[in-house]
């Protein structure tokens, strides 16, 4: 049986592509309300865009070793993402993200962060980044308009860290943060995936990192995505343990004044600066909540993370579509959109292989 070649994945695969919904030949005029209401009464006033599904790091749990990535062609030009958002933002979105990928691998980031940054409706620019390239960036894209950062950190340990993102330099990663501190990027917000045997056992020196540096940092739940089930199996920790650990440390407190528009619970050590956050996308759904949508690099809408559905917007985008078109697209979106995606443990929710493909 060893000697039965593998099938191979064919490219779409490999890619782990959403399905493009087929969009009705004639879309219903929707009234432009000013806001973006989806077919559940939430309003979508947040949208993340990925600008690369490239990545300068490998994390284990994240990007499976064969991924093929997006051809040159396939990706949205800085001016087809600054035109989308200026209509999302004309719709209603008032909060953008910049995610990928990593999205400080794609050259010249700092023009889109200014071209969005100068729409008149958007309240808040946020960037996540691993951290790797922040150090050389924070000022540039301070100047350029971002106000806040989130950088993916796993582990305080070195070896550790080089170990979970094949490769990484946790030094470089550190240096990002006070560089961001020091350029004014606020909050600065450190997630960090907890996964138990890997670490757990770091939860209390996460925490004291919030003793004496403005940050906040927020575990979140391992997700059960695409090809790292091997790494995931076993590894969930509930908030509620981490928190356990922490207290032997010291004590928290709830608190609740935190930047940002999403599902995190929030307290902060007694004398600390920073706050520390919980993400439960596991045992807590916040679907009821929710209030985002995500544009891939590809310039796929996707409604919801763990939803395969997509609305294609790049070949209307190229083919010449108006604004009006458009934001009927992007409306008509909001009439589809799942009302939840009950992922649980040990199931895929979809076939999305890695939060890389459409920007986590
Ligand atoms: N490169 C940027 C970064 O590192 O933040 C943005 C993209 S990265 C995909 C966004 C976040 O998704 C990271 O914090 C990463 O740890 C998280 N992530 C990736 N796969 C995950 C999974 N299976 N479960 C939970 N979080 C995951």
Known sequence: ???????????????????????????????????????????????????????????????????????????????????????????????????????????????????????????????????????????????????????????????????????????????????????GLRPVKINVVAARGFNDSEAADFARLTLDRDVVVRFIEIMPLGDSREFQADRFVSADEIIERIREVGPLDPCDDVTGSGPARYFRMRGGRGTIGFITPMSHTFCETCNRVRLTAAGQLRLCLFGDDEIDLRTPLRAGADDHELERLIRFGMTVKPESHHLQHGMAGCGLRALSQVGG
């Open 1 to 183: 049986l060893s000697a039965v070649p593998a099938i191979e994945a064919t490219r779409a695969e490999k890619h782990g592509k959403g399905r493009t919904l087929a969009v009705p030949g004639r879309l219903p005029v929707l009234p432009s309300a000013g806001s973006l209401d989806d077919r559940f009464g939430r309003r979508i006033h947040y949208l993340r865009i990925s600008v690369t599904d490239r990545c300068n790091l490998r994390c284990v749990y994240c990007i499976p070793n064969d991924m093929e990535w997006l051809r040159k062609g396939e990706i949205l030009s800085y001016e087809e993402i600054a035109r989308l958002a200026r209509i999302f933002t004309g719709a209603g979105v008032r909060r953008i993200r910049l995610t990928g990928g990593e999205p400080l691998v794609r050259s010249g980031i700092e023009r889109l962060v200014r071209a969005l940054g100068s729409l008149p409706e958007l309240e808040d620019l946020a960037l996540s980044t691993n951290g790797i390239l922040l150090a050389a960036h924070a000022e540039s894209l301070r100047e350029a308009g971002l106000r806040r950062v989130n950088v993916s950190m796993d582990s305080l340990d070195a070896g550790k860290f080089a170990a979970i993102t094949q490769g990484g330099d946790l030094g470089k990663v550190l240096e990002g943060i006070d560089a961001a501190l020091a350029a």
